[in-house]
């Protein structure tokens, strides 16, 4: 409840404006989340590692043309991450059961209380009542806050063009279907459904169905059924979860927690912002080594010349 | 092509060709069928059902409880005990083509149990594929469907591949 109280204090107080939802919402929201947001069930016993989500992401989302063509495997030989030119990647684990090897599908996993909306000096994430966290490119500032913030490691930074928002993430494709009630690209193209669509609440059901009827199919786990305070986007796994990637160290309690101090400021930047841009923007370039070692560090070369 | 049983796997699909005579029904066994008519990335295929009636033998290996050995499966024992060989059995009669909308879920009967049910391209993919890879059957993509020109504009492939290949190494570098 302390927590609750906490967010309404500050976020709300502060910057209920920027947030697309009424202030209500979040009042009486719960750990669970929204009571109807979405979310998508990714079971990974189903992926085969055919790479048609990110193409589909990249079409949807009007990404830039790839390095390697969609259909190409070579890119399984490194570990991939998201990136301002790819929402969403799919990597391939070895494990050591001598099964053939797992793949992970990664994107933004819409916490049901985000990082990096929660640590964004000028509110430019909100949590939409469908479940997805989505961002005002126009007010970022490029700080890159939220991408130390975020505990999957998921926000990117754009360098390349000035009129594009700076940061870049899965947005669950909110504008072009979520919000109309439709599955994200990545869902409908997925040829083994191993995306699946539907209420946060339903899926969590559901995956502990799958575990419940097919036992040995499944480790008896739903990664981001509390992780992190709980996530949109929630794994099934034959393995345990860290084979497939899955940080297992997280715990369960939201960002928010840990933040609370830095949090505190938020208001206060409100209404000296001005005086405090050139601070934050100090803060920021000495954060960049920081930031490299979570992201793209080709792109980050680039991004200096 | 022993088993008695009704076949019509019309699966998104146009029947097609000449069928295998009747059976003990009098429900004809298509000796090939059409798949993928819907797809813009991929062209539509000639299924060869008699080839894969001969080489599983067993029907209930694809169409598994509606048809050829009855239901074996401990979860589905558990209410499927006595149940019989249904009047249905083309895939697209249970699965269906859209199964995707935000309600959807939501709006299925509560007391239906079958709510997890794959819709007709993944139960398709999934059926194939996990056999496929058992039998040391095709795997890739293409090898059953071969993709259209908008496929490969979609996948970035043929020739519609980057041009500007970056040096191995710097792409999706990590
Ligand atoms: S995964 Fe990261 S970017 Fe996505 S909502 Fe959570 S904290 Fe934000
Ligand atoms: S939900 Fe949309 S934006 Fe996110 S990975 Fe899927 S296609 Fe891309
Ligand atoms: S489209 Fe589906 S099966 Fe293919 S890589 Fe993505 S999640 Fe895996």
């Known amino acids: 409840m302390k927590r609750r109280d906490f967010l309404k204090g500050c976020l709300i107080g502060g910057a209920a404006a920027s947030l697309g939802a009424p202030s209500k919402s979040w009042a009486v929201g719960s750990f669970e989340g929204y009571p109807d947001a979405m979310g998508v069930l ?10 048609s989500c990110e193409a589909a992401c990249n079409k949807e989302q009007k990404l830039p043309e790839p390095d390697v063509p969609f259909d ?20 391939r684990y070895e494990t050591n059961d001598g099964q053939k090897p797992p793949y992970r599908k990664m994107q933004c996993n819409h916490c049901n209380e985000p990082g990096c909306l929660t640590s964004c000096f000028v509110n430019a994430y909100t949590k939409t009542k469908e479940g997805a966290v989505i961002y005002n490119g126009n007010v ?37 279907r979520l919000k109309f009630g439709k599955p994200p690209a990545c869902v409908e193209i997925c040829p083994q459904e191993a995306l699946t669509f539907g209420l946060r609440s339903d899926l969590i059901k559901m995956g502990h169905e799958r575990i419940r009827e097919t036992p040995d199919r499944y480790i ?33 309690e939201p960002v928010i927690s840990n933040v609370k101090d830095f949090l505190g400021m938020v208001p206060m930047v409100l209404t000296i912002w001005p005086a405090l841009f ?4 100090l803060l920021a370039t000495r954060n960049k080594d920081h930031g490299d070692e979570h992201h793209n560090h080709s792109e980050q070369e680039d991004g200096k010349k | 092509m022993q088993t008695k049983g009704i076949w019509l796997a019309g699966v998104l699909v146009v029947l097609f060709l000449a069928a295998v005579p009747d059976t003990s ?46 239901v074996q499966d401990p979860n589905c024992v558990r209410c499927h005990r006595n149940s019989s060989e249904t009047q249905e059995v083309s895939c697209k009669g249970c699965h269906q ?21 794959p819709s007709l391209k993944a139960a398709m993919h999934r059926n194939c594929l996990g056999c496929h890879e058992n039998m040391k059957g095709p795997m890739g993509c293409q090898d059953c469907h071969q993709r259209t020109k908008e496929g490969d ?6 020739a519609y591949a980057p041009k500007n290949k970056p040096s191995k190494g710097e792409h999706n570098g990590h």
């Not at chain 1, 739903?222 to 996530?231: A, F, R, V």
């Open chain 2, 25 to 70: 029904r009098g429900i004809t066994v298509p000796d090939t069928v059409i798949l993928n008519t819907q797809s813009k990335l991929y062209e539509p295929f000639t299924f060869n059902h008699a080839k894969h009636i001969q080489l599983t033998k067993e029907c209930s290996n694809c169409h598994h409880h509606t048809t050829g050995t009855l």
């Open chain 1, 278 to 281: 050139s601070g934050i923007h």
């Open chain 1, 140 to 176: 970022c500032v490029g700080c890159k806050t939220c991408m130390v913030a975020c505990p999957f490691n998921i926000p990117a930074y754009s360098y390349s063009s000035a009129f594009d928002p700076l940061i870049k993430k899965c947005i669950f494709c909110y504008h072009t």
């Open chain 1, 42 to 51: 990714v079971d990974t016993t189903r992926c085969i590692g055919c790479r």
């Open chain 1, 220 to 252: 008896d786990h739903i990664y981001g059924e509390k992780e992190m305070g709980g996530t949109s986007w929630l794994y099934l796994s034959r393995v345990p979860d860290d084979q497939i990637g899955l940080d297992t160290t997280l715990g369960n």
């Open chain 1, 72 to 91: 190409d495997t070579s890119v399984f030989e490194e570990k991939r991450r998201t990136t301002e030119k790819a929402y969403t990647v799919v990597n």
């Open chain 2, 97 to 117: 083509t859209d199964s995707f909308s935000a309600t959807a879920m939501h709006e299925k009967d509560p007391k239906t149990y079958h709510k997890d049910k």
């Open chain 2, 153 to 158: 504009a979609f996948y970035y492939s043929g």
